[in-house]
């Protein structure tokens, strides 16, 4: 196979970002590039293979590769054009694509329609449909940050794509959890099982924010930690409203889509070919007949709203979660230089420190892991051996029962 050479910016030591970055998705960042024969324009999302993850690198570029490898319909799926491997990095080589779906609605001066949310929606459908039928296989992630318009037409919502495969799998083995939390059903929060129909329960999260501009299970709690089981526990039991001046004038077809889709039962949710033949797709009208000009233009300004701050909500939180993980890097860098100002190392032993460093790290959270797993079991044993002594005349410890050292006599 020939090969084309491509080449992009990614800027690794500069102060401001690569000007040809285009965003960060769930296994890497994505960049715009070009190819260096034909000219085309592309997008390549690099993965490195340093960064630790819950799954292992090979599985989930194994997973994308074999997935976009068995696309034959690329009509609604981001393409893949090649695939390129590095020392450092794995390069997805793909179609290049323009704004997330709801980037652009929140630039657009009206919001978003009714009509342009059924285009969207039908092609959202489409793409998992030979995913789910054609193929078997279950995305995963399906989410706004992963619903693509064609490059240079924000307005083309029959042109939209289904990007990032790098979780998708046949529903046997999606036996971990994968996915956005947020866009995820009951049953694969609990770790009870993924099927289709958890993809459908994400098209429906995606739906009822294209309609209202805001999250269908959101929580208002101070705490993150308390937000996110408020969160978690809202949607295990499927609470949700259809309330507010945003829903009053959305068609009765819409609204009972959503409520098809986000069925507490995966058995009672619509199936990818169900929800392709729903009423509303068939219904020339793009909202209900007794809607006005002016009624319209009072909701769409208000759902554009809505949807502005859920966009800059999701964004601010990712740019911490990127601004953490930065400053950590810095300081452990300045600790590094630092050293070797004192050592008087040479680039290559500073590598070999970095390395043993890394190692040693790796080798430490390992043993911590194994000390914790330890312990409890250690506790477990002195719980069942309390209660049996607790039955008992007598005061002795039960039979195999461990007490742990203290602190002081460790140190001895």
């Excluded at 491509?6 to 401001?16: A, H, L, M, T, V």
């Excluded at 970002?17 to 285009?22: E, H, L, N």
């Excluded at 956005?180 to 329960?201: F, H, I, N, R």
């Excluded at 993150?224 to 499927?238: E, M």
Aim: some cysteine.
């Amino acid at each position: 196979m020939i090969r084309d050479y491509y080449s992009f910016d990614p800027n690794p030591s500069g102060i401001s970002p690569s000007p040809d970055f285009i965003g960060e998705g769930a296994s890497g960042q994505v960049f715009k590039g070009k190819c260096v024969k034909t000219g085309l324009s592309v997008a390549i999302k690099r993965i490195s293979k340093r960064i630790k993850r819950s799954s292992s690198i090979a599985q989930v570029v194994g997973q994308e590769w074999a997935a976009n490898q068995a696309i034959t319909d690329n009509t609604h799926i981001v393409q893949l054009i090649q695939l390129v491997e590095t020392k450092n990095y794995v390069y997805f080589v793909q179609e290049l694509m323009g704004s997330e779906l709801f980037d652009a609605v929140t630039k657009a001066t009206g919001g978003l329609t009714e009509r342009q949310a059924k285009q969207a929606t039908k092609s959202l459908l489409l793409g998992l449909k030979h995913l789910h039928v054609d193929l078997g296989k279950v995305h995963r992630d399906i989410k706004p940050e992963n619903l693509l318009l064609p490059f240079g037409e924000d307005s083309n919502f029959n042109g939209l794509k289904v990007a990032d495969l790098g979780f998708c799998t046949t529903p046997e083995n999606a036996t971990s959890f994968m996915g956005t939390e947020a866009y995820c059903p009951g049953e694969v929060l609990l770790k009870q099982e993924t099927t289709m129909a958890s993809d459908m329960w994400s098209v429906g999260v995606c739906l009822y924010i294209m309609l209202c501009g805001y999250p269908p299970f959101y929580s208002n709690l101070p705490h993150p930690s308390d937000r996110r089981v408020d969160l978690k526990n809202k949607i295990i039991q499927c609470e949700y409203t259809m309330d507010g001046i945003e829903w009053e004038r959305r068609s009765n077809e819409s609204k009972q889509l959503v409520v098809q889709l986000l069925q507490k039962k995966p058995s009672d949710r619509l199936a990818v070919e169900q929800a392709c033949e729903h009423a509303w797709f068939n219904d020339p009208s793009a909202s209900s007949s007794t809607t006005t000009n002016n009624t319209v233009s009072d909701d769409l300004s208000q759902i554009a709203t809505n949807m502005r701050r859920f966009n800059v909500r999701r964004k601010f939180q990712r740019a911490v979660r990127v601004l953490v993980s930065t400053i950590r890097w810095r300081k452990y860098l300045e600790r590094i230089r630092e050293q070797r100002a004192d050592l008087n190392l040479s680039s290559q032993e500073l590598l070999r420190i970095i390395n043993s460093t890394s190692s040693l790290e790796r080798s430490a959270e390992a043993t911590k892991d194994q000390l914790d797993k330890e312990e409890k079991q250690r506790k477990k044993k002195r719980k069942t051996s309390s209660s049996s002594s607790s039955s008992a005349t007598t005061t002795t410890s039960a039979p195999g029962a461990t007490l742990p050292l203290s602190k002081k006599n460790k140190k001895k």
